[in-house]
Nanobody, 116 residues
Framework: QVQLVESGGGLVQAGGSLRLSCAAS????????MGWYRQAPGKQRELVAT???????DFGDSVKGRFTISRDNAKNTVYLQMNSLKPEDTAVYYC??????????WGQGTQVTVSS
């Protein structure tokens, strides 16, 4: 079955950095658009970043210039490098795999907490 397993979350001070990883199995990773979304308490889930099979990227407005997304197709893994973290980046971060003809798969989420 499909599994997306996130890792790398944790507690960091404002201004610090974290790198999230998402290891995928059960899908043909290279043909999927991979992404990261986040959900803070009391808020809707929002786009953080996506990367297509052709490595085109898209970012939410609040993270542009601070976060980068990359993928390693040999390792079936997508990464989210988060720099200059702010308290408002605190959320559960979810990995997503998407194909228009298949739908979405989601990971279980990893908590990121940024202290001020």
């Amino acid at each position: 079955q499909v599994q997306l397993v996130e890792s790398g979350g944790g507690l960091v001070q404002a201004g610090g950095s974290l790198r999230l990883s998402c290891a995928a199995s059960g899908i043909i990773f290279v043909i999927y658009t991979m992404g990261w979304y986040r959900q803070a308490p009391g808020k809707q889930r929002e786009l953080v970043a996506t990367i297509t099979s052709g490595r085109s990227t898209d970012f939410g407005d609040s993270v542009k210039g601070r976060f980068t997304i990359s993928r390693d197709n040999a390792k079936n893994t997508v990464y989210l490098q988060m720099n200059s973290l702010k308290p408002e980046d605190t959320a559960v971060y979810y990995c997503n795999a998407r194909r228009m003809d298949v739908g979405d798969y989601w990971g279980q989420g990893t908590q990121v907490t940024v202290s001020s």
